[in-house]
C-alpha cells in the first residue's frame, strides 16, 4: 500500500466502481453495482480539493460534489457533501478525521430513516493508479461496524 498523508492523491480524474448495500442495517448481503466518473481539483491554493462525480445510477445527469478542507495547524479534514438527487440538501458536513500511517479515516454522523447513525469514511491507497473508499454505519445492535457503501478509484490519466 502507499503511504498517504493527505487527499493530493484524488486530483484528476478517476473511473469509479461503487457496490452499495440494497439495505443498511439489516443483515443485508445483496450489493447493487454502479459506475460513475470524478474529477478533483485542488483549490484554495492546497487547502482544499473539490471534485464532481456523475453518475446514471440515480437517474439522468446525477451529480454529486464533494469538498475536503484541511485545517493546517491540526491536519485534521473535514469533509463537506450536496447532490443533484436531493436539491433541498445544501452542502453540509459529514466527516472529519485524518491520515495515520496512509490510512485515512473519519468519523461523523448521518440521518437515516429518521435516526442519527455513527457514519465512518475509511481511505487507502493500495496502487499509484487506484484508490479504495468506503462508508459504514455503526449498528447499536450489533455493536459494529457495517460496510454499506465501497468505492473503487481507477485512474483515467491522460
Same mark, same amino acid.
Request: proline share 2%.
Given at each position: 500500500?502507499?503511504? &498517504?498523508?493527505?487527499?493530493?492523491?484524488?486530483? +484528476?480524474?478517476?473511473?469509479?466502481?461503487?457496490?452499495?448495500?440494497? @439495505?443498511?442495517?439489516?443483515?443485508?448481503? @445483496?450489493? &447493487?453495482?454502479?459506475?460513475?466518473?470524478?474529477?478533483?481539483?485542488? &483549490? %484554495?491554493?492546497? %487547502?482544499?480539493?473539490?471534485?464532481?462525480?456523475?453518475? $446514471?445510477?440515480?437517474?439522468? *445527469?446525477?451529480?454529486?460534489?464533494?469538498?475536503?478542507?484541511?485545517?493546517?495547524?491540526?491536519?485534521?479534514?473535514?469533509?463537506?457533501? =450536496?447532490?443533484?438527487?436531493?436539491?433541498?440538501?445544501?452542502?453540509?458536513?459529514?466527516?472529519?478525521?485524518?491520515?495515520?500511517?496512509?490510512? +485515512?479515516?473519519?468519523? +461523523?454522523?448521518?440521518?437515516?430513516?429518521?435516526? @442519527?447513525?455513527?457514519?465512518?469514511?475509511?481511505?487507502?491507497?493500495? =496502487?499509484?493508479?487506484? =484508490?479504495?473508499? @468506503?462508508? $459504514?454505519?455503526?449498528?447499536?445492535? *450489533?455493536?459494529?461496524?457495517?460496510? *454499506?457503501?465501497?468505492?473503487?478509484?481507477?485512474?483515467?490519466?491522460?
Amino acid at each position: 500500500m502507499i503511504n &498517504i498523508q493527505n487527499f493530493d492523491f484524488l486530483i +484528476g480524474k478517476w473511473k469509479v466502481l461503487n457496490k452499495r448495500l440494497k @439495505e443498511r442495517l439489516t443483515n443485508c448481503d @445483496e450489493w &447493487i453495482e454502479f459506475h460513475a466518473e470524478m474529477e478533483t481539483k485542488s &483549490i %484554495l491554493n492546497g %487547502l482544499a480539493l473539490m471534485d464532481e462525480m456523475k453518475s $446514471a445510477h440515480y437517474g439522468d *445527469n446525477f451529480v454529486g460534489l464533494s469538498i475536503r478542507m484541511i485545517n493546517p495547524e491540526t491536519n485534521i479534514w473535514t469533509i463537506y457533501w =450536496a447532490d443533484t438527487s436531493n436539491p433541498e440538501n445544501y452542502l453540509k458536513e459529514q466527516v472529519t478525521g485524518e491520515f495515520k500511517d496512509g490510512f +485515512g479515516a473519519f468519523f +461523523g454522523k448521518e440521518l437515516y430513516k429518521d435516526k @442519527e447513525v455513527k457514519l465512518r469514511f475509511i481511505w487507502r491507497k493500495p =496502487a499509484t493508479d487506484t =484508490a479504495l473508499w @468506503e462508508q $459504514a454505519y455503526y449498528d447499536e445492535k *450489533n455493536k459494529e461496524w457495517e460496510t *454499506n457503501w465501497t468505492m473503487l478509484f481507477t485512474s483515467m490519466k491522460e
